[in-house]
């Protein structure tokens, strides 16, 4: 049996974030027979602009924002028939803070070859730049929303930042931002470092490392932004 190969392909983490995006894209798109992505309307524009020629209704499509049985069976399936498939993540790098992640493990079960290919991610971007640990981390995802067990999270996370040199990488929903960095700032000691990073390969990108002492006076307005933050210490 000839399986099909995956391809973990790039997405704009950024409207305009185009500087980010690998030249051989267009090329790995051509590959594919089938897309599974996790949003299929931005994927579908991404693509167009990538190849301008790409008929869209030619391939085969498949949404991604719940893996669900079914999906993995038609995904084992389109592979079992020698087709090529394609992922796309909304975090631009799949695979990677991404639900696609259960395709893959499931290609990999199968034994058929995984292609991940160079993209964004927010998350590798931000730890690159912010001076922090980058031998030992950990991406948390979202941190809890009731108040106590927040607090309970945050302390921990700052513990492990400090007895392990960890660092802890973590994101929000774009509307709660201000309330889960007035949580670090209330939780943090005063000399521990917080990276925040907005709008990652987008024009007005930031990226920066500071203490929870000075957020306190420099207080950011991150509402409705794209962010990670991240607690820890300069390497």
Not at 175 to 194: G, S
Request: aromatic residues 8%; proline residues 5%; contains cysteine.
């Amino acid at each position: 049996m000839n399986l099909g190969k995956v391809y973990l392909l790039p997405m704009l983490l950024h409207e305009e974030g185009w500087e980010s995006i690998p030249a051989n894209t267009k090329e790995w798109i051509q590959h594919c027979d089938a897309f599974f992505a996790e949003n299929e309307k931005t994927t579908r524009r991404f693509f167009k602009k990538v190849w301008k020629e790409m008929v869209i209704d030619n391939y085969i499509w498949h949404p991604i924002h719940k893996i669900e049985q079914t999906q993995i069976q038609v995904f084992t399936q389109l592979l079992q028939e020698g087709k090529n498939i394609g992922i796309i993540s909304e975090a631009g790098c799949a695979g990677i803070a991404d639900p696609g992640q259960q395709l893959v493990a499931a290609a990999q079960n199968m034994g058929a070859i995984v292609k991940p290919y160079l993209a964004p991610s927010s998350i590798l971007l931000s730890l690159m730049a912010s001076g922090m640990n980058g031998q030992l981390f950990q991406f948390h995802g979202y941190l809890p929303i009731d108040s106590v067990e927040r607090k309970k999270k945050i302390q921990s996370l700052e513990i492990d930042a400090k007895q392990r040199g960890c660092t802890q990488i973590f994101i929000e929903t774009p509307y709660r931002n201000n309330q889960l960095l007035e949580a670090l700032l209330q939780n943090l000691h005063p000399t521990t470092k917080i990276c925040i990073g907005v709008d990652i390969t987008g024009p007005h990108e930031s990226i920066i490392t500071a203490t929870a002492s000075h957020w306190k006076t420099h207080l950011p307005d991150l509402h409705k932004k794209l962010v990670v933050f991240l607690i820890g210490e300069n390497s």
